[in-house]
């Protein structure tokens, strides 16, 4: 036992000197190669495969021998190899090299031919002989490769391989082709063909491969076959080209077909709202509604058809009083038809923010979220929602201590949870508004860690817009008018919050403030949907403070505005791209980068 022991320790440790040595003599082969000794490279490589047999080391002594025009050499170590090892195809392809290398072309040719002659059933072998001349940059022989072992093993096609080729050679029309007919054996494996194909139809100056893909799924549904697995791909690729309504056309018709239950409508209908297409997500969730409330998805697609206007509304996009009063019937019937329960109080939240907000209605609004509050069956976070939205509308009709007392009850039960950051930071602001400075920069002082990166970046905004302000006035008085002003806002008294504004520029015009009610001019333009003046005030925040805390906040929101609002997509561009280089440090670097590239054309 004892010499058992011994003798494993001794294996061990042999097996570990080996492999340092190995290593060392890999690296010590690697830096003669770069530095172009190949004698000295040569001996340390045949060293290495004589003791390890990796055919990695074998190819690097080949490729010293040639350097070194030592092709008898080279010739003789292959052919033993080959005598050796008859079923490793990749050494004809050494042997070519050999040949070409000495410009004995024809020669070199019937080598690589004697390999794909030689090519049996044997997967494996077929691949490692394809990657041999993907190796030596032989994309033809690869392909020829990968056809011959076609014919011979009709077990295995080798679309993803052969396809994967095409793509290097940039022949999109075959490139296609196998994988298509991939999908044809293989339709569950869609996915992995998306993958695969993503990075050729998305993005700028894609259009001529797209179209080539379009062309090639249109053929193949009017031929019929496997329709679904091409109409599903079919959609994918309008989704690509975020062509929303062309992808709801088709997914509908798949849907039909298959009779399915909507739930890839409703899916597209997600993606649809999430890149602002509104009407295209209205139309997908109405779709899904139509087929009755026997439909598992008919609560979300009622709920859908609401939430598309709803978040249209939020997005800032313009909506006439009677779109308003129309989109509140609706979700009044829907609250009526589904009743105050766990599966409606989205809604009733929705609707009361909706009456409060759009249509001075704070009394109905603050009823509807009291039924919201005891809903039977509600979720606990849900609810906490519904009282902080509460405790907003009671802020709006100015009722602060009642406002006060929610959020804190929202903090308290709350306190880890994003929710309970979030109404900590109300109630610093309502401190703000209010004048009590001390107090919301003792709150702020305290969310500037949270958990939440918005939140977290929120409060340290507002505690820098205390900080910096109070220094150099210490009455505060520019502050307290701008809180006040601030706090008009919230209340959508827009026209007594500008001339709160510009009292301060008229009292204080060289005051460090400057720059916020700037900012806070732009915000009152924009929901009183005057983009333009908008604009202009986000562009002097920009030109004037471009130093200042808010400078890139006007510098996004230039972005946004000129790309969802003011239509111009090359203005928009600019003002994402200006955040990359001007502001790499913030924290809308990701987003403006994001965006820029999407309205380049680039899949994100």
């Avoid at 193949?220 to 791909?233: A, D």
Wanted: proline share 1%; charged share 25%.
């Amino acid at each position: 036992m004892k010499n058992l022991l011994l003798f494993l320790i001794f294996s061990l440790f042999s097996f570990h000197l080996f492999a340092q040595n190995a290593a060392s003599d890999s690296q010590l082969a690697s830096q003669y190669f770069s530095n172009k000794e190949y004698d000295k490279a040569a001996v340390v490589y045949e060293r290495l495969y004589n003791t390890t047999h990796s055919k990695v080391y074998f190819s690097y002594y080949l490729k010293c021998l040639i350097e070194l025009k030592e092709y008898d050499e080279a010739e003789k170590r292959i052919s033993r190899q080959l005598r050796q090892n008859p079923e490793e195809l990749s050494y004809y392809v050494e042997l070519g090299s050999v040949y070409e290398a000495q410009n004995e072309n024809d020669k070199a040719e019937e080598e690589y031919q004697n390999a794909l002659e030689a090519i049996t059933n044997n997967q494996t072998q077929t691949i490692l002989l394809a990657n041999a001349f993907l190796m030596k940059q032989k994309y033809n022989y690869a392909i020829k490769t990968y056809l011959a072992a076609r014919e011979k093993n009709t077990d295995y096609t080798y679309h993803l391989e052969l396809a994967s080729v095409y793509s290097i050679e940039r022949d999109y029309d075959l490139m296609f082709e196998e994988y298509l007919n991939y999908l044809d054996i293989q339709n569950l494996e869609i996915g992995t063909v998306q993958n695969r194909i993503q990075f050729y139809v998305t993005g700028e100056g894609q259009d001529e491969v797209r179209d080539i893909l379009k062309e090639k799924l249109l053929k193949r549904i009017q031929q019929g076959g496997r329709t679904n697995v091409y109409s599903e791909m079919l959609v994918w690729l309008y989704i690509q080209e975020k062509d929303f309504e062309k992808a709801l056309f088709q997914a509908k018709a798949l849907d039909k077909r298959l009779r399915q239950n909507g739930m890839e409508i409703i899916n597209l209908a997600q993606l649809a709202i999430s890149n602002g297409d509104y009407n295209v997500a209205r139309d997908a969730y109405t779709y899904v509604a139509e087929k009755g409330n026997q439909s598992p998805y008919y609560f979300d697609a009622r709920y859908g058809i609401l939430n598309s206007v709803y978040q249209q509304l939020e997005s800032g996009m313009q909506i006439s009083s009677e779109e308003l009063i129309s989109l509140e019937n609706q979700y009044l019937a829907t609250v009526e038809e589904l009743g105050s329960n766990s599966r409606s109080i989205f809604l009733m939240k929705d609707l009361a923010h909706l009456q409060a907000f759009y249509l001075n209605k704070q009394t109905q609004a603050m009823e509807l979220l009291e039924e919201a509050i005891i809903a039977p069956n509600a979720e606990r976070e849900v609810v906490y929602e519904c009282k902080l939205e509460l405790a907003d509308i009671k802020l709006f009709t100015g009722d602060i201590w009642a406002a006060s007392m929610l959020y804190y009850e929202v903090e308290k039960n709350n306190t880890e949870a994003p929710i309970g950051h979030e109404a900590k930071f109300k109630n610093a602001k309502l401190a703000f508004y209010t004048g009590n400075f001390d107090l919301a920069q003792a709150q702020l002082d305290v969310l500037k860690s949270s958990t939440s990166k918005l939140i977290a970046n929120d409060a340290f905004e507002l505690y820098l817009i205390i900080t910096d302000n109070s220094a150099m006035d210490s009455t505060g008085t520019a502050l307290r008018i701008f809180s006040r002003a601030d706090m008009l806002l919230l209340q959508n008294k827009h026209q007594a919050a500008l001339l709160t504004l510009d009292s301060i520029v008229d009292m204080f015009p060289s005051h460090s403030i400057i720059d916020e009610v700037y900012y806070k001019k732009a915000t009152v333009y924009f929901k009183q949907h005057d983009y333009e003046r908008a604009a202009e005030y986000y562009k002097k925040v920009l030109e004037t403070y471009s130093w200042d805390i808010y400078a890139d906040d006007a510098l996004f929101k230039l972005g946004e505005l000129y790309q969802f609002q003011l239509n111009d997509k090359e203005v928009a561009m600019n003002f994402y791209k200006q955040m990359l280089t001007d502001y790499p440090g913030s924290i809308y670097v990701i987003e403006a980068r994001k965006r820029y590239r999407q309205l380049r054309g680039d899949n994100i």
